[in-house]
C-alpha cells in the first residue's frame, strides 16, 4: 500500500482525479468484453428509456430522438447526434445519463438514474465504436 501512502500527499483534486480513474479502469465491463447493441444496449435503452423516447413519447415530441431502433440512437435529436462512436467524453447519451449537463437535463427524467454497470455498458459500447451489432 505504499501507493495509497503517496496519494496522500497529493493535491486532494489529483486524488480525486487518480481514484476516479482507477474506479473506472475496474468498471464491471471491460474494455476487451464486447458489448453488442441488440444484446446489451437495447435492453437498457428499452427498459429505462423507451417509455419516453419512443414517438408519440413526452422525450421524442421535445427531442426528436426515438431509442427504439439503433438508426434513430444514432440519428440522435433535432439539436443533433447524441453519440460519437468511440468518444465517450463528448457523447452526450453518456452526458445526460451520467449527469454531466444540467440537472434539468439528465436522464431518464424524474426517475431513477441508471445504476453503474449500465453506464458502463453504454460506456464500453460507445468506446468500442458503438456499432450495431
Same mark, same amino acid.
Given at each position: 500500500?505504499?501507493?495509497?501512502?503517496?496519494?496522500?500527499?497529493?493535491?486532494? =483534486?489529483?486524488?480525486?482525479?487518480?481514484?476516479?480513474?482507477?474506479?473506472?479502469?475496474?468498471?464491471?465491463?471491460?474494455?476487451?468484453?464486447? =458489448?453488442?447493441?441488440?444484446?446489451?444496449?437495447?435492453?437498457?435503452?428499452?427498459?429505462?428509456?423507451?417509455?419516453?423516447?419512443?414517438?408519440?413519447?413526452? %422525450?421524442?415530441?421535445?427531442?426528436?430522438?426515438?431509442?427504439?431502433?439503433?438508426?434513430?440512437?444514432?440519428? %440522435?435529436?433535432?439539436?443533433?447526434? =447524441?453519440?460519437?462512436? %468511440?468518444?465517450?467524453?463528448?457523447?452526450?447519451?453518456? =452526458?445526460?445519463?451520467?449527469?454531466?449537463?444540467?440537472?434539468?437535463?439528465?436522464?431518464?427524467?424524474?426517475?431513477?438514474?441508471?445504476?453503474?454497470?449500465?453506464?458502463?455498458?453504454?460506456?464500453?459500447?460507445?468506446?468500442? %465504436?458503438?456499432?450495431?451489432?
Amino acid at each position: 500500500m505504499v501507493w495509497l501512502s503517496r496519494l496522500r500527499r497529493l493535491s486532494p =483534486v489529483f486524488a480525486l482525479s487518480v481514484l476516479l480513474a482507477s474506479a473506472m479502469a475496474a468498471a464491471p465491463v471491460a474494455a476487451a468484453d464486447k =458489448v453488442s447493441f441488440k444484446n446489451d444496449v437495447l435492453p437498457i435503452l428499452h427498459s429505462r428509456c423507451q417509455e419516453c423516447h419512443q414517438p408519440g413519447g413526452d %422525450g421524442y415530441e421535445k427531442s426528436g430522438l426515438d431509442l427504439t431502433s439503433y438508426e434513430g440512437l444514432m440519428k %440522435g435529436t433535432r439539436f443533433g447526434p =447524441v453519440v460519437d462512436p %468511440g468518444n465517450t467524453m463528448m457523447s452526450n447519451l453518456l =452526458v445526460v445519463v451520467e449527469g454531466r449537463a444540467s440537472p434539468a437535463i439528465r436522464m431518464p427524467h424524474d426517475r431513477k438514474r441508471l445504476n453503474m454497470d449500465e453506464v458502463a455498458i453504454l460506456r464500453s459500447w460507445i468506446k468500442g %465504436g458503438a456499432k450495431n451489432d
